[in-house]
């Protein structure tokens, strides 16, 4: 899988963002400065790097890299929206930007397309469980041979369960990856997305085969051992 450079002082961000990252699948790795990044920049798919770090400016950080002869993905997390034109009009060298404060579910489907473009993605791994088949690089998801139609919400709830088959995924995980938002935040939806789901799925919520409910906690996709 990719391995990604985490470039973020801040550890309010940089840790709940690398953990949703690790748990997508990623190797990540996070450094607080600028030169930390650079030191392990030829190593990596993509780097994610924050414009306000504080020993040099993202914006050298980025043009450094370039000049390098790196051509790994570069996107910008910035809080200084009105800077993105300079990002990119003085083109150093990144590829996409995501401001701050940011959607969990928009910055991880930037770093997917990113990937996708270099084909460091790993397009076409598949996670199996039981007779599911779910096709990450083409988001189709299989049990045995029946397609089953997902929504994109749908599709990635399955993703996060199905990877993590044979363990609970907490409601709190749930929220952040598939929605990006604060757990705080009502999850009544993710009650009716886990019962669409299932019901795609031709699961039987008071008999489970796919997806067991930890009441209160979370779910657990089962591994079928
Ligand atoms: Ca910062």
Known sequence: MARIILAED?????EPLARALTREGYEVSVRGTGQGALDIVGNADLVILDLGLPDMDGLDVARTVRAQGQDLPILI???????????????????DYVTKPF???ELLARVRALLRRTGADGAGDELRV???????????????????????????LLRVLAKAAGTMVSRDALMREVWGSDPS?????????????RRKLGDDPNSPRYIATIRGMGFRFEDGS
Not at 77 to 95: I, K, S
Not at 148 to 154: H, M, P
Request: net charge negative; glycine share 6%.
């Open 10 to 14: 801040d550890t309010a961000i940089a």
């Open 103 to 105: 959607r969990l579910a």
């Open 130 to 156: 039981q007779d599911i088949r779910v096709d990450l690089g083409a988001r189709r998801a299989f049990v045995g041979n029946r397609e089953v139609q997902l929504t994109a919400r749908e599709f990635d």
């Open 185 to 197: 935040s009502s999850t009544k939806t993710l009650d009716m997305h886990v019962s669409w789901l």
């Open 77 to 95: 997390l910035t809080a200084r929206a009105d800077e993105v034109d300079t990002v990119v009009g003085l083109d150093a060298g990144a590829d």
